[in-house]
Every structure is written in C-alpha cells, then in structure tokens.
T-cell receptor
Framework: AQSVTQLGSHVSVSEGALVLLRCNYS??????LFWYVQYPNQGLQLLLK??????LVKGINGFEAEFKKSETSFHLTKPSAHMSDAAEYFC??????????????FGTGTRLTIIP | DAGVTQSPTHLIKTRGQQVTLRCSPK?????VSWYQQALGQGPQFIFQ???????QRGNFPDRFSGHQFPNYSSELNVNALLLGDSALYLC????????????FGQGTRLTVV
C-alpha cells in the first residue's frame, strides 16, 4: 500500500519569501511522486513529477522538489513567493512506469496563503 | 484542445436520488479515472475505465458505478445518494504507454440535501 502525509494543513508566507511545503510518503515499491496545485473551484494542475533519474525536479511557475529516498520525502519549494501562488497543494504517489494509468494516492493538502 | 471536460459543473440532489456525471477525456486519451474530493480533503480514487471496462476500483461501495463509451467518454453514476456523497468529483484522463500523465477536469460539485 502507498500513502502520503503532508505536514501542515495551512502554511502562510510573506510575498517574496521562501515557500516550503512538506510531503512524506510510504511505499513498498519505488514510488512515482507528484505535486498538484488546485485553485478555488478548479481541478488539479500538475506542477511537477518525479519518476526516475535526477532527484531534483523542476516544475512550472518556479517550483521544484527533491526526492530523498533516505528521508522518504518529496518537499516542494519555491525561492520567492508570489501572490498568485495562493492555492491548495497536493502531494500524490503512484507506483508504476505507466503512471498515467495507475491510481494516484493523494495527501490531504496544504493551503498556501501569501501575505502581502 | 479542450482538455478534460466535465458536466455539469454544479448539481444539487436530494437524499435517495440517483445522479449521473459526465466526462470527456483529453483528445488522444483512452483511459478515464474518477476521484471524489470531499471538502478539505485530498482526492480519493473511485475507479478507472479502459476499453469500456472497469480496470481498477478504489474502496467505494457498489452504489458508485461507471461506464465508458466507444468514444472514450465516461459516466459516473451514484445511486441512493447520501449526505456524505456531497463532494467535488474529478475526472482524469490519460493515454497508454510509459510516462503518460493524467490530466484533470474542473470537476463537478455535487451537493446532496
């Protein structure tokens, strides 16, 4: 079985400050990891994904995440927060190479608020 | 490319009624998955359809059923609605092969009163 834990249901940062959203996973097989963003009353948009290879992955809107197997973590970061980053962020895990055809297991989400 | 489209966007139903939600996948995609997102929670996998058959299923009761049509579009049916079925229902489509990601629709907000 696979699971994801997102630490901190709410995170507030000042505009221009570092964004750090935490995600830890549990998986009995090599995981494929994702971060999605959800704006109010909208669906999910993929920010970035880790499958194999380079452990530091870069995504859209200046976000990046690092896969750390020893810590079972996949934290999301952005050097400088922008007001438009305010949204709900979800970490998700799946298990196989054709990951589009495998179910995603999501965390409970982190609501990011940007303080002007 | 219209992406994944879902209809309706909002729906209000009464307890005990039945509801049908619809999803058209992104062009070129043949696999459709459905997720339920309760308020304040992450999405939970309901089931997945491929080649008009249910390929995977999450931990949802039989009241939740689905269908996929030859044009790859899909329906989610929920019978005997409960208040707890109130949620955002998300459809995701994907293609076959390695490194194909799932694209999500905007969702259908179902309210059961």
């Amino acid at each position: 079985a696979q699971s994801v834990t997102q630490l901190g249901s709410h995170v507030s940062v000042s505009e221009g400050a570092l964004v750090l959203l935490r995600c830890n996973y549990s998986s009995s097989v090599p995981p494929y990891l994702f971060w999605y963003v959800q704006y109010p009353n909208q669906g999910l948009q993929l920010l970035l994904k880790y499958t194999t290879g380079a452990t530091l992955v870069k995504g859209i809107n200046g976000f990046e995440a690092e896969f750390k197997k020893s810590e079972t973590s996949f934290h999301l970061t952005k050097p400088s927060a922008h007001m438009s980053d305010a949204a709900e962020y979800f970490c998700a895990v799946t298990r196989e190479a054709n990951f589009g055809n495998e179910k995603l297991t999501f965390g409970t989400g982190t609501r990011l608020t940007i303080i002007p | 490319d219209a992406g994944v489209t879902q209809s309706p966007t909002h729906l209000i139903k009464t307890r005990g009624q039945q509801v049908t939600l619809r999803c058209s996948p992104k062009s070129g995609h043949d696999t459709v998955s459905w997720y339920q997102q309760a308020l304040g929670q992450g999405p939970q996998f309901i089931f997945q359809y491929y080649e008009e058959e249910e390929r995977q299923r999450g931990n949802f009761p039989d009241r939740f059923s689905g269908h996929q049509f030859p044009n790859y579009s899909s329906e989610l049916n929920v019978n005997a609605l409960l208040l707890g079925d109130s949620a955002l229902y998300l459809c995701a489509s994907s293609g076959t092969g390695r490194d194909t990601e799932a694209f999500f629709g905007q969702g259908t907000r179902l309210t059961v009163v």
